[in-house]
């Protein structure tokens, strides 16, 4: 089974504070997401990467940023926390080959700016 | 326009019912479908995905896609309270490796 882990179940933050985010997939896969859920909203696709080292602008980049050095790993970086990124985020993999594969996400971690 | 549309309901169905879920769909370019189901606090879980016109069957649940209507549906048969969550449906092959997803229906089985 895919194991994609992601490092904090709950984080609470101050406004302005630099936050990281972290995910951990095992199975080897090519690609990586991010995704942010918000009530009423759905997920809304952040950044993802298709290799090391490389990054593509989702939906919503504004006031993220997202760093892969190993294949394995993921980060989720909020330069300087605020209150509207309070939400679930939620990391996700897919292996490569055929466009939308699906995806399989962890366990989701709960933010919140104060 | 949203790219990805579903009902958000909450839809009701009463225990062994068949319960219909429906998705429609704005890029003709789509190539593969996705359902999820999330329970409340919980991510999102791959129950199908679909990539031909017609139906595909898996144990109690069904997918059934139509291209030139673009629309999607999951069809749960026997629905059971644990099926009680949100489903969200999904689009890829688009021209990228991310899945756009739709906000999700609530799905409710009354025991």
New interface residues.
Partial sequence: DVKVTQSSRYLVKRTGEKVFLECVQDMDHE?M?W?RQDP????R?IY?S?DVKMK?K?DIPEGYSVSREKKERFSLILESASTNQTSMY?CAS?P?G???????????TRLTVT | QKEVEQNSGPLSVPEGAIASLNCTYSDRGSQSFFWYRQYSGKSPELIMFIYSNGDKEDGRFTAQLNKASQYVSLLIRDSQPSDSATYLCAQGGTGRRALTFGSGTRLQVQP
């Fill in positions: 690609n997401f995704y009423g909203l759905g997920l696709l993802f298709y593509e989702g939620l897919s490569t055929t466009w939308g594969s699906p995806l399989h996400f962890g366990n989701g």
